[in-house]
Every structure is written in structure tokens, then in C-alpha cells.
């Protein structure tokens, strides 16, 4: 045996010691109390190790190193085990426990040791690298949460959207899609989107798709596609396609988006039409300033001649014709107020609201004629009333006055036969009720049967007339949604038709 | 040298304007015949020696309202300088309107003279006393 160092020899004594003060308490006798409590507090604390450990890896979900942390657990059990044994051990010799506690301990560490090694270069940094796991894993996260968002964003949008692979083929689409088309979204999804364009529309789509894909920039609004879009039960309607690249991981996706241009066509339209009336009523506004001044001008032609010719007269002593003169100016200021009248009266049919009623036409048109019963007497017009006329929607006053103006005219130029007659009657038909006023005078060459319904046109010499009766006339059947016009030859009489449009319930409008 | 009497046609259908008219001829230094008819129709029956007019004197000037019934004046102007046998005669406009399209469109048809019916009679009498010295005195007519 070789002689030991001088160190060893100072441990084994510590040691030996020890030895000696374990078999004095296996024979009884004092207790090692530094033993006892040194081993009892490590054991504590070891188990608390394990407890807390265990509830840290329990608790923090994403905390790397799970395997790891486990044995570290298993460790710090095998080792508090091993420790409250010792402490037994000061008082009972359950030594067989003790050795399979240890040789259990050893078996734990040399695993957490060997699994610490596998990992060891990622262990490096292991804060920082738990860090850098968790922004991972936020970045997942945040990856999940925009993924949801741009879902919720492509479903809330007002327009109808697609997203759409390299070949055509419909990958999602939103429910305003769905709803614009009349598909349900399994019978959009996997089809060609060109299911959604007319057939004559297909060839310009794709080339314009070949132009898109050549050079995928998102097109400003611009430049988007005017199309027609068709639907399941085949109906199409005017849209808008934009094209918006979306290059992903698995290539280029197209988000398509489709606005539906009904109803911006139909206010375009709207608009339109608006605005070619407003011109056609500045132009006819336009017309009637002029006519208006320039038919006024020939009746103060009149006044002011006959004035001056007046004033000589009763200078020179003349006075014969004094009469005559102020009768002819009289005339003429009348035939000025007239005008005045009339005009106003037909710029108040265009804007003053109307009541509608529902009007018993006979008796209108009998009530009228029995107002004028002297002029026709006088005409010697035989007056024929058709019975049993319909009922129609209009405005009372308005329409007394287009028959009035119509009977006049009729007692005025269409007295000229040898038995003058004066036939009133109506056409029942599908869309719309027909009033006639017929007579069998001199009537109204065809060249001239839009002539008269125009601002003071007139056929023949009429001083008494202003002109604007038949203008009346027209614009009273334009307000009331109707029309005016004329049948007649030269020498064949005439007769004006009046046209009311009906109501789809019937009742007349 | 005593002056000839020139012959007018007056298309005129209003009758007021019709007798200031011939009242303002009245007196005037250069006597004249005044024939009138009442619209357009009349107007170019009367021209042509067509039925009532077959006896009719061929006019030295048309003294020619725009707004007539039946036939414009504008109508009767385009039918008078469109006719071989009318165009030599010198049509004076006369009338209430002094609109530029009425004005346009007469000289387009040729008229020869353009005038508007004065507000007043003095100034009346004083226009159509010119218009009858000018074209009654002072013009050449063409040889016939």
C-alpha cells in the first residue's frame, strides 16, 4: 500500500470522522444534529425547488425547454427525497432506501444533464433565446391576428371581392360576392371567375388579365375594366373590376374586386336627362322671352300710331274719324292684356302645383258648353255630346280650360260648313283614355298641324285670338303626362285629340 | 316734270298697321298706288296674275310683312327672288321685328330693303315718305 498524501489524509479524517460518528449512532448515543437538520432544511428546499419549478412550467405555456425543465423537476424531487432520507438516516438505518433514492438521483441528473448538453448551444443564450422564442411566437400571433383582420376586412367590404389565383380559379370570396351574383360561395369557389362574365365579354377580360399578370401593379381606380358582370339567373349589369396583386408564399394571388354600377349608370342617366331638359327649358324660355317682345311690339305699333295720327287730327279740326281711331287703340290694348294673360296663365300651368281629382268629364264638358251656348247658337253649331265618358284623374280648372280653348277654336274655324257640327266623345283604350273635339269645317293643312300648337301661330287673320290657346293647350296635356294632336286635311274638318295616360290599378291619370 | 306714280303691293295682314301705312303715304311728294293683300298666299297670286288677281299690275315695289298667316314672309320672299319673272322686284321688308335672325335671313333671301315699323306715327310717316322717295324717285328700276 502506498503511503496516501497529506491532504487525503486530512479529508479522510473528516471523513473517517464522520464514519465514526455514523457507527457510534447506529450503536445509539448522540445524535448528529448538524446532520439531521443540514440534510432535513436541503430536502425542504429541494422539494420546494420541485413544486415551484413544476408550477412555472405549468404556467407559462410557452416557456422552451419543457423536457428540460421536467427533469430539472425529477431532479430536484430525487434530490429532496435523498436529503429528507438523510435526515431519517441520523435516527433509523433505512439505508437500502437511501442507496435507491440515490442511485434514482443519479439516473435524473445524468439525464437533465444529457439533455442539457443536446441542446447546450442553444442554451448559450437562454434568456435571450426564450425571448427570442416568445417574439416568435408573438409574431405568430400577430401574424394570426392581421390574418384575421384582412378576413373581417375582405368580408365587411362594400364591394363584391375575390381572391383569385394565377389561373383564374377563385380561391375566397366575400358575402357582398355572393349576394351580387346570386351564387352561394361553394359554387364560386374553384371556378374560373370568367363564369361571371358574359361569354362576349370573356376575350377582353383576358387580355386584359394577360396585360395585368405581364406587369401585376395594383390599378388605380382609373384604369379599372368597364365590364358587364352576369349572374346565376343570367341577367347582367354594368361593373367596375379592379385588379390588385397579392404576391404570397405560394405565388401571385389577385384580389379582384367588383363594383356594381347600376346605380351610378342610373343617376348618370338621371342627370343626363335633367340636365337636357334644363337646357331645353332654357331654351324654350329663351323662345318665349323673344316671341313674347316681339308680339307685343305690333299692338303698341297700333296704340302709338293711331295716337299720333289722333293728335293731328283733332289739331287740324278733323274729327270724323276720331272714333274710329280710339276704337282701334282700345283693340289693341286689349289684345296687349290678353296676350299678357294668356302668357302668364300658361307659365302657371308649368309651375304651380296641381290637384288632382277625379273629374266627371260629362259633366265638365256639358257645363262648358252650356257656357257657351250663345256663340254656338250663333254659329249654328249642332252640338253632339257622346254619353257615359270616363272618369279622370286631373286638374279640374286645367283641363275646362283645354276644351274650352278647343270648342272656341271649333266655333271659330270650324263653323264654315253648311251644317256646321260639333261632335265631343272619348276612345276607351288599354293604355290610355282618348277625348276627341271634332268638327267639320275648313280644318287644318297637315303642314301646319305642329305649327299651331307653338306660341302664337296662327292660320288665319285672328285678331281676337292671341295665339296662345292651342299652347295652353299642349302644356296642360304635358303637365297632366298627356297629349295633344290634330287629325285633319284641308276642307275635312278637324279633329283634336286629348290623350290621359292610365294607372296600372285602373284608375285613370 | 311731273313725278310717276309708283305702284306698291302691301302684304300687311294687320289692318291697324295697314292704315297707318297708307295714312302715312299720304302727301307724300311722289304719288303713289297702294294694293294690299292679307297673307302670303294672296301675296304670290297676286305676283303670279293667278285667280282673283289675273288682272293684277305688276307692283314697282313689295312692301313685305314677316309674320303673315298661311305663308310666311320670309316664304314669299324665298318664292319672289327665286322666280325668273319676280326677283327683279324690290322687295322692302317692313315689319315689328328688329331680330337679328329676322334680319339674317332676309338678306340671305335677297330682300333689298329692311325696315322697321316705328313706335311713333311722326317718325311712321317720316319712314315711309323716305322709302317712297327713294324707291319711287331716286331708284332705277330695272328695265322691264
Redesign the interface.
Known amino acids: 500500500m502506498r503511503k496516501p498524501l497529506p491532504a487525503v489524509f486530512a479529508v479522510t479524517a473528516i471523513l473517517q470522522g464522520g464514519e465514526l460518528l455514523a457507527s457510534e449512532q447506529a450503536g445509539g448515543g448522540s445524535v448528529n444534529w448538524l446532520d439531521a437538520t443540514s440534510s432535513l432544511a436541503a430536502g425542504l428546499a429541494y422539494a420546494l425547488i420541485a413544486i415551484v419549478l413544476a408550477g412555472l412550467v405549468l404556467r407559462r405555456r410557452e416557456l422552451a425547454l419543457r423536457t428540460l425543465a421536467w427533469l430539472l423537476v425529477a431532479c430536484a424531487v430525487a434530490a429532496a427525497a435523498g436529503r429528507l432520507v438523510d435526515a431519517v438516516l441520523v435516527w433509523q438505518p433505512w439505508y437500502r432506501l437511501d442507496s435507491t433514492l440515490g442511485a434514482f438521483e443519479a439516473i435524473v441528473a445524468w439525464s437533465a444533464l444529457l439533455s442539457l448538453i443536446v441542446i447546450a448551444p442553444w442554451t448559450r443564450g437562454m434568456l435571450g433565446l426564450s425571448a427570442g422564442e416568445q417574439k416568435s411566437r408573438r409574431g405568430t400571433i400577430e401574424y394570426q391576428r392581421v390574418e384575421e383582420q384582412f378576413k373581417l376586412a375582405f368580408e365587411a367590404s362594400p364591394n363584391a371581392a375575390f381572391l383569385v389565383d394565377e389561373a383564374g380559379k377563385i380561391t375566397l370570396v366575400n358575402s357582398q360576392s355572393q349576394q351580387l351574383f346570386g351564387y352561394n360561395q361553394m359554387e364560386l369557389v374553384g371556378q374560373n371567375i370568367e363564369i361571371l362574365i358574359p361569354p362576349r365579354l370573356q376575350q377582353m377580360y383576358r387580355e386584359f388579365r394577360h396585360r395585368f399578370l405581364a406587369s401585376p401593379v395594383a390599378l388605380p381606380r382609373g384604369e379599372a375594366l368597364d365590364l358587364c358582370g352576369l349572374r346565376k339567373d343570367g341577367s347582367e349589369f354594368p361593373v367596375e373590376v379592379g385588379l390588385n396583386p397579392v404576391r404570397t408564399s405560394r405565388g401571385l394571388t389577385v384580389l379582384v374586386s367588383v363594383v356594381d354600377l347600376s346605380e351610378r349608370r342610373r343617376s348618370e342617366d338621371a342627370l343626363r336627362r335633367a340636365n337636357r331638359t334644363l337646357l331645353d327649358r332654357n331654351r324654350e324660355m329663351e323662345q318665349f322671352v323673344?316671341t313674347v317682345s316681339?308680339d307685343l311690339?305690333?299692338p303698341?305699333?297700333?296704340i302709338?300710331?293711331?295716337?299720333?295720327?289722333l293728335?293731328?287730327d283733332v289739331a287740324e279740326g278733323r274729327l270724323q274719324d276720331i272714333e274710329d281711331a280710339i276704337g282701334?287703340i282700345a283693340?289693341?290694348a286689349q289684345h296687349m292684356s290678353d296676350l299678357i294673360n294668356d302668357l302668364l296663365e300658361l307659365s302657371r300651368i308649368g309651375r304651380a302645383r296641381h290637384t288632382l281629382l277625379e273629374i266627371d268629364m260629362e259633366t265638365l264638358v256639358r257645363g262648358i258648353t252650356a257656357g257657351l251656348r250663345t256663340q254656338l247658337n250663333k254659329a249654328g253649331l249642332a252640338l253632339q255630346i257622346q254619353p257615359e265618358m270616363p272618369r279622370v284623374m286631373a286638374d279640374r280648372a286645367r283641363i275646362a280650360q283645354v276644351f274650352e280653348n278647343l270648342i272656341t277654336n271649333a266655333i271659330k274655324y270650324g263653323a264654315s260648313a253648311v251644317q256646321p257640327r260639333l261632335e265631343i266623345g272619348f276612345e276607351d283604350r288599354e293604355a290610355e283614355v282618348r277625348f276627341y273635339v271634332k268638327d267639320n269645317g275648313r280644318g287644318i293643312a297637315p303642314e301646319f298641324h305642329d305649327k299651331i300648337f307653338g306660341l302664337f301661330q296662327?292660320?288665319?287673320?285672328?285678331?281676337e285670338g292671341t295665339g296662345v290657346g292651342l299652347a295652353i293647350v299642349a302644356r296642360v296635356m304635358e303637365v297632366h303626362g298627356g297629349r295633344v294632336w290634330v287629325e285633319s286635311a284641308s276642307e275635312q274638318g278637324a279633329t283634336f285629340w286629348l290623350a290621359f295616360p292610365k294607372l296600372h290599378n285602373g284608375v285613370h291619370s | 316734270m311731273k313725278p310717276k306714280t309708283i305702284r306698291f303691293l302691301l302684304v300687311e295682314d294687320d289692318d291697324d298697321h295697314a292704315a297707318i301705312i297708307l295714312r302715312g303715304l299720304k302727301g307724300s311728294r311722289v304719288p303713289s298706288l297702294t294694293n294690299r293683300v292679307r297673307d302670303g298666299l294672296e301675296a304670290l297670286s297676286y305676283l303670279r296674275r293667278k285667280e282673283p288677281f289675273a288682272d293684277a299690275d305688276r307692283p314697282d315695289v313689295v312692301l313685305l310683312d314677316l309674320k303673315l298667316p298661311k305663308l310666311s314672309g320670309h316664304e314669299v320672299l324665298r318664292a319672289v327672288k327665286s322666280d325668273p319673272d319676280l326677283r327683279a322686284i324690290p322687295v322692302v321688308v317692313l315689319t315689328t321685328s328688329n331680330a337679328d335672325a329676322d334680319r339674317d335671313q332676309a338678306y340671305r333671301l335677297h330682300a333689298n330693303s329692311y325696315l322697321v315699323k316705328p313706335m311713333d306715327f311722326v317718325q311712321f310717316r317720316q319712314m315711309v315718305q323716305d322709302m317712297n322717295l327713294y324707291w319711287g324717285h331716286w331708284n332705277q328700276a330695272a328695265p322691264s
Open positions: 323673344y316681339h311690339k305690333s303698341l305699333v297700333t302709338l300710331g293711331f295716337v299720333g295720327m293728335r293731328e282701334r283693340g289693341a296662327r292660320l288665319e287673320t285672328d285678331q
